[in-house]
């Protein structure tokens, strides 16, 4: 980290802070209306659990109260020099939405990496009223393009977090809260980009529930709030995750630091898979797919519940802060969901070379876990060591330890390592004799694939499998197999392709090509 000069420890102004938000009041609903309170329907838990739907906002993301409330603040000669703001999305569609309403010019500065969901919804808001501008890679490169741009035009900035106004705007939410009469709730759960949003329902919140504990939640490689209270003053980061990108701020703003410091009782880091399970929560209760920083308070809250931090009975508020995100990114945070919570595992798992041993010990997993992933390449080495991603219980992976223990060995969990996450899979064609490579697909049900394996292994040896679950309702894998000799590896081919309906739905042998550049030799 790079150090700072430490600040000023004078408490922030919260009366200041409340007063804007009583102002706010008067101005953001000319573009928006209240967010519904919704109750997570956990049964499992022994405490409630409420989300704030700002998902369902004009712009499905919060920013839309700050921006138009800081816009709509300015004097109509301070308006017509025009506005200029930096954002990586939520920000500059709140912008847009308010240029438009205000009938003035914005330029929006925002990185050339901000998904295309989000450039178009921005354009869709303000129609002639807005310019994108893209440059840099990060926010803080087109904060700097726009600050650089205000001064050689005199628009004015209106800044995504770190100004009075604007926080007071993103308090209306808190407002929401309490008039829902859903209150008093015990805790908070807020995520933290720049602070804006968590200071002011902190300010909000323990104003009218002065008992009630409010914690801002950051990404484990983002966490610039939680670094700036340590310092004792905004500290800038060295390196910035953005995988919830719409956190990913390098250093905490001077305004927000201040009151964050006075006025949370805590802040939560937590990790992407975290985050990746909370949107699985949130998809499984209520149907919502939140961008990862819109899941970034319940995967918090989460953090604190398994710690035991969270009173039974207690009531916890968190808010679905966004749900702007590429479609392309639902892939990842499929496969990531559930590592976060325990339930997912990725093991490598020594396994003896010889024919069915690796059928041998998949017979051996307790019935009730799954296997999502498989990654196999034969090496050579006595011992094999395929991956396998599984999806349990903590007594299904102590029974998977049991069973290990019995066979004098254990796995390693790699569930964090790159070569899994890649899926890079090592193996040895030299070593295969007379291969087989096979596209199956069949039934993702509860031992179809093992039926097809038993049907095959009194001949063959595995020597490579790939395998990863999609969803559907059928599994698809990429089989090498190999034989003692030529008449095995016909008699198998036979044999495969007679299966249809036992345990296989569909078998094709891959392509001469895809053969030659799996073996390096022809067919």
């Known amino acids: ?33 209240s967010t519904p309170l919704q109750q997570l329907p956990l049964p499992d838990l022994n405490t409630q659990v409420w989300v704030k739907r700002e998902d369902l906002g004009p712009i499905k993301a919060y920013k839309w109260r700050g921006a138009d409330n800081a816009m709509a603040a300015l004097e109509p ?3 017509a020099k ?4 930096a954002s990586a999305g939520n920000h500059a569609q709140g912008v847009a939405l308010a240029a438009k309403s205000l009938n003035c010019q914005a330029v929006i500065f925002m990185p050339c990496s901000t998904p295309e969901v989000k450039q178009s919804e921005v354009l869709r808001f303000g129609g002639d009223n807005v310019e994108i ?3 840099g890679d990060t926010y803080d490169d087109a904060g700097l393009a726009a600050r650089e741009f205000c001064q050689q035009t005199s628009a004015v900035y209106i800044h995504p977090y770190d100004d009075v106004v604007t926080m007071g705007g993103q308090g209306t939410l808190a407002d929401e809260v309490v008039m829902s009469g859903e209150g008093p709730f015990d805790r908070v759960y807020v995520a933290i980009g720049g602070g804006g949003l968590a200071a002011a329902l902190a300010c909000w919140l323990k104003r009218y529930w002065p008992e009630i504990k409010v914690y801002g939640v950051e990404g484990i490689e983002q ?30 703003g001077a305004v927000t630091y201040g009151y964050c410091r006075d006025l949370l009782d805590g802040v939560i880091t937590v990790t992407n898979d975290e985050v990746c399970d909370a949107i699985r929560t949130l998809w499984e209760t209520l149907r919502v797919i939140p961008e990862p920083s819109g899941a970034m308070g319940l995967a918090g809250f989460y953090k604190h519940y398994h710690a035991g931090e969270v009173a039974t009975g207690d009531k916890v508020l968190t808010v679905i802060s966004g749900a702007n995100m590429g479609f392309a990114q639902l892939s990842g945070i499929s496969h990531r969901a559930g590592i976060g919570s325990n339930q997912r595992r990725f093991l490598r798992v020594p396994i003896p070379e010889g024919k069915g041993s690796l ?27 395929p991956v396998l ?4 219980s903590k007594e299904d992976y102590q029974q998977l330890d049991s069973v290990l223990q019995q066979r004098g060995a254990s796995a390693s969990d790699v569930s964090t390592d790159e070569d899994v996450d890649y899926r890079i899979i090592n193996y040895s064609p030299e070593l295969f004799l007379y291969p087989l490579f096979i596209n199956i697909e069949f039934p993702e049900r509860a031992g179809a694939f093992l039926r097809f394996m038993n049907g095959v292994k009194d001949i063959s040896s595995l020597c490579y499998f790939n395998y990863s679950y999609s969803g559907e309702r059928v599994g698809r894998a990429l089989v090498g197999m190999e034989f003692s000799n030529a008449e095995d590896q016909q008699a198998c081919l036979k044999r495969i392709l007679g299966m249809r309906g036992q345990g296989i739905r569909a078998a094709r042998e891959v392509s001469n090509e895809t053969f030659y550049r799996l073996t390096g030799h022809q067919r």
Do not use: H
């Open 1 to 33: 980290m790079k150090s700072a000069d430490a600040t000023s420890q004078t408490p922030s102004d919260m009366n200041r802070l409340f007063e804007e938000i009583l102002a706010a009041r008067e101005r953001v609903y000319n573009v928006g209306e």
């Open 77 to 79: 000669e301070q308006r």
């Open 82 to 85: 025009g506005i200029v703001a």
């Open 133 to 135: 501008r893209l440059i």
């Open 223 to 252: 966490a610039s709030m939680k670094a700036a209270i340590e310092n004792g003053a905004p500290i800038e980061l060295d390196y910035v995750d953005v995988f919830c990108d719409g956190t990913a701020v390098r250093k905490a």
């Open 359 to 385: 059928v041998q010990f998949l017979e051996q997993l307790p019935e009730s876990i799954s296997i999502v992933d498989l990654q196999y390449g034969r090496t050579d080495s006595e011992i094999q060591y």
């Open 389 to 392: 991603g599984l999806i349990g």
